[in-house]
Protein backbone atom coordinates (compact mmCIF):
# COMPACT_ATOMS: atom_id res chain seq x y z
CA UNK A 1 0.00 0.00 0.00
CA UNK A 2 1.03 3.11 -0.44
CA UNK A 3 2.26 5.94 2.11
CA UNK A 4 2.80 9.18 3.02
CA UNK A 5 5.74 10.69 5.24
CA UNK A 6 5.93 13.86 6.70
CA UNK A 7 9.04 13.65 9.43
CA UNK A 8 8.73 16.97 10.82
CA UNK A 9 5.65 17.88 13.05
CA UNK A 10 6.55 21.05 13.83
CA UNK A 11 9.01 23.83 11.44
CA UNK A 12 10.00 27.23 13.11
CA UNK A 13 10.93 29.65 11.02
CA UNK A 14 11.65 33.21 11.20
CA UNK A 15 10.28 35.20 8.71
CA UNK A 16 12.46 36.20 6.00
CA UNK A 17 14.02 32.83 6.17
CA UNK A 18 14.17 30.20 3.39
CA UNK A 19 11.77 27.04 4.14
CA UNK A 20 12.08 23.50 3.36
CA UNK A 21 8.91 21.27 4.23
CA UNK A 22 9.81 17.26 3.72
CA UNK A 23 7.47 14.89 2.28
CA UNK A 24 8.42 11.05 1.71
CA UNK A 25 6.38 8.74 -0.29
CA UNK A 26 6.31 4.99 -0.88
CA UNK A 27 4.95 3.53 -3.97
CA UNK A 28 5.36 1.37 -6.69
CA UNK A 29 4.53 3.65 -9.88
CA UNK A 30 5.00 7.25 -10.52
CA UNK A 31 2.30 9.11 -8.13
CA UNK A 32 0.34 12.57 -8.28
CA UNK A 33 1.80 14.24 -5.63
CA UNK A 34 -0.16 17.33 -4.05
CA UNK A 35 0.77 19.89 -1.57
CA UNK A 36 -1.94 22.12 0.79
CA UNK A 37 -1.94 24.45 3.18
CA UNK A 38 -4.62 24.86 6.14
CA UNK A 39 -5.25 27.89 8.10
CA UNK A 40 -6.56 27.31 11.64
CA UNK A 41 -9.90 26.42 11.95
CA UNK A 42 -10.53 26.51 7.50
CA UNK A 43 -10.47 23.77 5.37
CA UNK A 44 -7.47 22.87 3.37
CA UNK A 45 -6.55 24.93 0.31
CA UNK A 46 -4.41 23.12 -3.01
CA UNK A 47 -0.92 24.61 -3.58
CA UNK A 48 0.53 22.69 -5.88
CA UNK A 49 0.68 19.45 -7.50
CA UNK A 50 2.96 17.24 -9.91
CA UNK A 51 1.37 15.20 -12.51
CA UNK A 52 4.18 14.47 -14.99
CA UNK A 53 6.84 16.30 -16.68
CA UNK A 54 8.82 19.47 -15.51
CA UNK A 55 9.94 17.73 -12.07
CA UNK A 56 9.90 21.60 -10.29
CA UNK A 57 6.39 22.53 -9.92
CA UNK A 58 5.38 26.38 -9.05
CA UNK A 59 2.35 26.90 -6.96
CA UNK A 60 0.55 30.07 -5.39
CA UNK A 61 1.33 31.81 -2.79
CA UNK A 62 5.53 31.78 -4.07
CA UNK A 63 5.23 28.27 -3.20
CA UNK A 64 7.41 25.71 -4.89
CA UNK A 65 8.20 22.00 -4.91
CA UNK A 66 10.15 19.46 -6.43
CA UNK A 67 10.00 15.83 -7.37
CA UNK A 68 12.64 13.62 -7.06
CA UNK A 69 12.12 10.03 -7.73
CA UNK A 70 15.44 8.45 -6.99
CA UNK A 71 14.79 10.04 -3.15
CA UNK A 72 10.92 9.11 -3.69
CA UNK A 73 10.45 12.75 -2.01
CA UNK A 74 8.50 16.18 -3.13
CA UNK A 75 9.74 18.63 -0.61
CA UNK A 76 8.02 22.10 -0.40
CA UNK A 77 10.38 24.95 -0.53
CA UNK A 78 9.86 28.78 -0.14
CA UNK A 79 12.67 31.21 -0.92
CA UNK A 80 11.34 33.61 1.87
CA UNK A 81 8.89 33.12 4.30
CA UNK A 82 6.20 35.51 5.66
CA UNK A 83 4.15 35.56 8.55
CA UNK A 84 1.29 34.56 6.76
CA UNK A 85 2.82 31.51 6.25
CA UNK A 86 2.41 29.95 9.59
CA UNK A 87 -0.47 27.11 8.70
CA UNK A 88 -0.30 23.40 8.69
CA UNK A 89 0.90 21.86 5.55
CA UNK A 90 0.10 18.47 4.26
CA UNK A 91 1.27 16.39 1.63
CA UNK A 92 -0.22 13.52 -0.51
CA UNK A 93 0.05 11.03 -3.12
CA UNK A 94 -2.24 10.01 -5.62
CA UNK A 95 -2.63 7.94 -8.92
CA UNK A 96 -4.07 9.31 -12.15
CA UNK A 97 -7.66 9.08 -12.80
CA UNK A 98 -10.12 6.37 -11.77
CA UNK A 99 -11.19 6.20 -8.21
CA UNK A 100 -8.04 6.27 -6.68
CA UNK A 101 -8.23 8.14 -3.58
CA UNK A 102 -5.35 10.01 -2.62
CA UNK A 103 -3.86 9.40 0.41
CA UNK A 104 -2.13 12.12 2.84
CA UNK A 105 0.51 12.68 5.26
CA UNK A 106 0.18 13.86 9.12
CA UNK A 107 1.02 17.53 8.40
CA UNK A 108 3.55 19.46 9.18
CA UNK A 109 2.81 22.43 11.50
CA UNK A 110 5.26 25.52 10.64
CA UNK A 111 5.87 28.33 13.02
CA UNK A 112 6.69 31.34 12.09
CA UNK A 113 9.21 34.02 14.47
CA UNK A 114 8.76 37.57 13.73
CA UNK B 1 -18.22 31.04 -7.44
CA UNK B 2 -17.49 27.29 -8.43
CA UNK B 3 -16.51 25.95 -4.87
CA UNK B 4 -17.71 23.58 -1.92
CA UNK B 5 -20.35 25.19 0.86
CA UNK B 6 -20.40 22.81 4.02
CA UNK B 7 -22.95 24.35 6.67
CA UNK B 8 -23.02 24.67 9.47
CA UNK B 9 -19.73 26.10 10.40
CA UNK B 10 -20.17 25.57 13.76
CA UNK B 11 -22.66 23.27 15.54
CA UNK B 12 -23.37 21.99 19.37
CA UNK B 13 -24.85 18.67 19.93
CA UNK B 14 -26.27 16.98 23.20
CA UNK B 15 -25.04 13.84 24.11
CA UNK B 16 -27.66 10.97 21.92
CA UNK B 17 -28.66 13.06 19.49
CA UNK B 18 -28.01 12.73 15.53
CA UNK B 19 -27.02 15.68 13.64
CA UNK B 20 -26.79 16.42 9.76
CA UNK B 21 -23.56 18.15 8.32
CA UNK B 22 -24.29 19.91 4.97
CA UNK B 23 -22.02 19.75 1.80
CA UNK B 24 -23.13 20.98 -1.43
CA UNK B 25 -20.38 21.85 -4.44
CA UNK B 26 -21.46 23.29 -7.90
CA UNK B 27 -17.81 22.08 -9.62
CA UNK B 28 -19.96 19.76 -11.35
CA UNK B 29 -17.32 16.68 -9.36
CA UNK B 30 -18.53 13.50 -9.44
CA UNK B 31 -16.97 12.25 -6.33
CA UNK B 32 -17.38 13.17 -2.84
CA UNK B 33 -15.81 12.55 0.90
CA UNK B 34 -16.08 13.32 4.25
CA UNK B 35 -12.97 13.43 6.74
CA UNK B 36 -12.64 13.74 10.03
CA UNK B 37 -9.55 16.12 11.81
CA UNK B 38 -8.68 15.79 15.37
CA UNK B 39 -6.38 18.60 16.92
CA UNK B 40 -2.87 18.44 15.64
CA UNK B 41 -3.98 15.20 13.40
CA UNK B 42 -4.19 14.64 10.07
CA UNK B 43 -7.22 13.70 7.60
CA UNK B 44 -8.91 10.41 8.08
CA UNK B 45 -11.49 9.25 5.54
CA UNK B 46 -15.36 8.59 6.71
CA UNK B 47 -17.38 7.88 3.53
CA UNK B 48 -16.79 8.59 0.22
CA UNK B 49 -19.07 8.38 -2.89
CA UNK B 50 -18.28 8.19 -6.22
CA UNK B 51 -21.37 8.34 -7.95
CA UNK B 52 -25.22 9.18 -7.45
CA UNK B 53 -27.01 6.53 -5.43
CA UNK B 54 -23.61 4.84 -3.91
CA UNK B 55 -20.92 5.46 -1.47
CA UNK B 56 -18.19 3.86 0.34
CA UNK B 57 -17.11 3.21 3.69
CA UNK B 58 -13.53 5.08 4.80
CA UNK B 59 -11.27 3.85 7.94
CA UNK B 60 -13.61 5.09 10.54
CA UNK B 61 -17.26 5.27 9.44
CA UNK B 62 -18.61 3.43 12.36
CA UNK B 63 -21.29 5.69 14.03
CA UNK B 64 -21.32 7.56 10.85
CA UNK B 65 -23.72 7.68 7.79
CA UNK B 66 -24.02 9.77 4.52
CA UNK B 67 -26.29 9.84 1.56
CA UNK B 68 -25.94 10.59 -2.46
CA UNK B 69 -29.63 11.44 -3.59
CA UNK B 70 -28.19 14.13 -5.67
CA UNK B 71 -24.72 14.80 -7.60
CA UNK B 72 -24.59 18.16 -5.53
CA UNK B 73 -24.92 16.96 -2.21
CA UNK B 74 -22.95 14.45 0.32
CA UNK B 75 -24.79 14.95 3.75
CA UNK B 76 -23.53 13.52 6.59
CA UNK B 77 -25.13 12.61 9.69
CA UNK B 78 -23.36 12.19 13.19
CA UNK B 79 -25.40 9.31 14.83
CA UNK B 80 -25.42 8.79 18.85
CA UNK B 81 -23.14 5.79 18.21
CA UNK B 82 -20.44 8.18 17.44
CA UNK B 83 -18.08 7.59 20.83
CA UNK B 84 -16.41 10.78 20.39
CA UNK B 85 -17.85 12.92 17.90
CA UNK B 86 -16.56 16.50 18.98
CA UNK B 87 -14.20 16.81 16.11
CA UNK B 88 -13.42 19.05 12.52
CA UNK B 89 -15.39 17.82 9.40
CA UNK B 90 -14.21 18.38 6.17
CA UNK B 91 -16.04 18.17 2.80
CA UNK B 92 -14.08 17.01 -0.34
CA UNK B 93 -15.09 16.55 -3.91
CA UNK B 94 -12.97 15.73 -7.13
CA UNK B 95 -13.63 14.86 -10.73
CA UNK B 96 -13.36 11.12 -11.83
CA UNK B 97 -13.07 9.31 -14.86
CA UNK B 98 -10.00 12.19 -15.88
CA UNK B 99 -6.53 12.17 -15.09
CA UNK B 100 -6.96 14.81 -13.00
CA UNK B 101 -8.28 13.72 -9.46
CA UNK B 102 -7.22 16.65 -7.32
CA UNK B 103 -9.18 16.53 -4.21
CA UNK B 104 -10.53 20.06 -3.99
CA UNK B 105 -11.73 20.69 0.10
CA UNK B 106 -14.69 22.88 1.81
CA UNK B 107 -13.91 25.17 4.65
CA UNK B 108 -14.66 22.79 7.36
CA UNK B 109 -17.29 22.37 10.32
CA UNK B 110 -16.76 22.04 13.86
CA UNK B 111 -19.19 19.90 15.55
CA UNK B 112 -18.88 20.25 19.46
CA UNK B 113 -20.76 17.43 21.83
CA UNK B 114 -21.97 18.95 24.85
Known amino acids: AQSVTQPDIHITVSEGASLELRCNYS??????LFWYVQSPGQGLQLLLK??????LVQGIKGFEAEFKRSQSSFNLRKPSVHWSDAAEYFC????????????FGRGTSLIVHP | DGGITQSPKYLFRKEGQNVTLSCEQN?????MYWYRQDPGQGLRLIYY???????QKGDIAEGYSVSREKKESFPLTVTSAQKNPTAFYLC?????????????FGEGSWLTVV
Open chain 2, 92 to 104: ASSMTGTLDNTIY
Open chain 1, 27 to 32: YGATPY
Open chain 1, 50 to 55: YFSGDT
Open chain 1, 92 to 103: AVGLSGGSYIPT
Open chain 2, 27 to 31: LNHDA
Open chain 2, 49 to 55: SQIVNDF
